[in-house]
């Protein structure tokens, strides 16, 4: 009897606050060598989108997640990200549950947008802001606020920001500048146009890019390659590789994060599958507590 | 809602003759071009054994199957392959179904057989045996005996052999050697051991070698390799490139198969996901019409 999360089961099993701390460990376990990840598969299935087979290992188990990310889904009043998250005991292969890979997806950028941004961003940073109020940036925005801070959003559809920050208790930014302006900035767009200029960054700013996964995307500019934004920035010279370290690292006293209250930083986040590895193990640990729906297989 | 094939569900949707043609039909589309196959992703595990993640693409869907190999799961109970098969559509990237991974192997892996042995076979083949009466084993000969045709078992386990002879109503091999001689040979054994030293198939055999899939496994000699038999073949000299085709080339009439009554073939198969993708298309076509469980997600 293999338990099966729905959306619903996930959020109602994994806090946002839960979330953080489960992404963390599962960040510093991979930078510590106890997880691993072998690479995701893509399948295209252009222009519609792509399906991608992302596997990782650890704490005993091995994670498949069949996730889909079909951009133009919305217009049709379909997800952009769906699919499933297996679950399985690495010893015997044994498949333990099944979860709902949309939620677990948002769950887990949320918390790896917000995790990034308090390790990296200023201690004494005082404005959050989520630019994107798709799923990831509602969640994004509602992790800032599970962990007891004020958070503005901004959208190009300014209705659905509306009605993510009301549902939340969220605010609204007055206008795109503000929230690009916030000490800690999550962007969680498409990617189709450039949000931050060359130089727009001001010093002792964080921003935790978190949408622009695909094809000729960026949320910042210099910045576009299929496996995340840094490629170009690197080849450009705008950054240099010893600027560039993993959040992991960080987390694990391994590497240095900011070095000073002007530095800019910056988490350029791909999606990973130790972090739905870290949702489903938490997941699991309440799903006799919650009334999991069970497959027979 | 989705449906979920369980192993019992599935074998009924899918007869073993059902297969043997979704399976024809996967092996031509993909010669064609039609279908496509990303490569497969290993998660190893080892000692106890690895997962895969094998994806593929055609008619309108796509497939991911998440299955395992371990060795040594049937001395405690479990069974080797194990898994779940999810199978979305490609335009919108909807999942449309979910299927045991075990029952969607065994009869892709049984179908495959047969049908390179009834492919490549000669046309007068009067005997066939399968060496092997596990799981894919068991699925192979009743796959012949689905075709109309009779089949002789051997495993090393003489009682394995005869609770599945006489379940299926197949004939016991007097000797293992008396198996070997068959017209049509389908061999599915762990690969432990070589079951075919050099020289010991006789003209106009023919042999599907379908198990021997993993590191430092083989059933016919001087032929291991991580990806099938062939590599260390063809580095022997023992046959040369012009004498290996595609058993879809074959199918789709763009390679010879057979030329002369004396050949000696073999078909040596790695698993396809096409083969699994042809198998859920072909469960779905029956999942109104069976009472198949569904997931709300």
């Known amino acids: 009897m293999i338990p099966v999360f729905s959306a619903r089961h996930v959020e109602a099993a994994v806090s946002a606050e839960r979330a953080v701390e489960a992404v963390r460990e599962a960040f510093v376990a991979y930078a510590r060598g106890e997880w691993s990840m072998p690479p995701k598969v893509y399948v295209p299935a252009y222009p519609a989108g792509d399906f991608r087979a992302m596997p990782a290992l650890g704490a005993g188990h091995a994670l498949l997640k069949w996730v889909t990310s ?81 958070v503005m959003l901004w959208d190009v559809d300014e209705q659905r920001a509306r009605a993510v920050a009301d549902e939340l208790g969220a605010d609204l930014a007055s206008s795109r500048e503000e929230a690009l302006a916030a000490d800690l900035l999550v962007t969680v767009t498409p990617g189709h146009e450039i949000l931050l200029p060359e130089g727009s960054l ?91 729906p069970t497959l027979d297989l």
Do not use: C, W
């Not at 576009?224 to 690197?234: M, P």
């Open 202 to 292: 001001q010093p002792g700013q964080h921003v935790s890019l978190m949408g622009a996964d695909g094809p000729g995307k960026a949320e910042i500019a210099e910045q576009a390659s299929h496996n995340g934004e840094l490629v170009h920035a690197v080849e450009a010279d705008a950054i240099t590789r010893t600027d560039v370290t993993e959040l992991g690292s960080v987390l694990a006293g391994l590497a240095p994060g900011r070095e000073s209250p002007d530095d800019i930083t910056s988490f350029d986040s791909t999606g990973l599958a130790i972090q739905d590895l870290a949702i489903a193990l938490a997941a699991m640990e309440r799903a006799d507590e919650l009334d999991v």
């Open 70 to 150: 079909f951009p133009g889904n919305p217009a049709r009043g379909l997800p952009t990200v769906t699919g499933l998250v297996l679950l399985s005991n690495a010893s015997d292969g044994s498949l333990r549950a099944a979860l709902d890979a949309g939620a677990v997806t948002a769950l887990r950028t949320g918390a790896a947008a917000v995790l990034a941004a308090e390790t990296l961003g200023r201690q004494d940073a005082e404005t959050a802001a989520v630019i994107g109020a798709g799923v990831n940036g509602r969640a994004a925005a509602k992790t800032f606020l599970a962990r007891g801070r004020s």
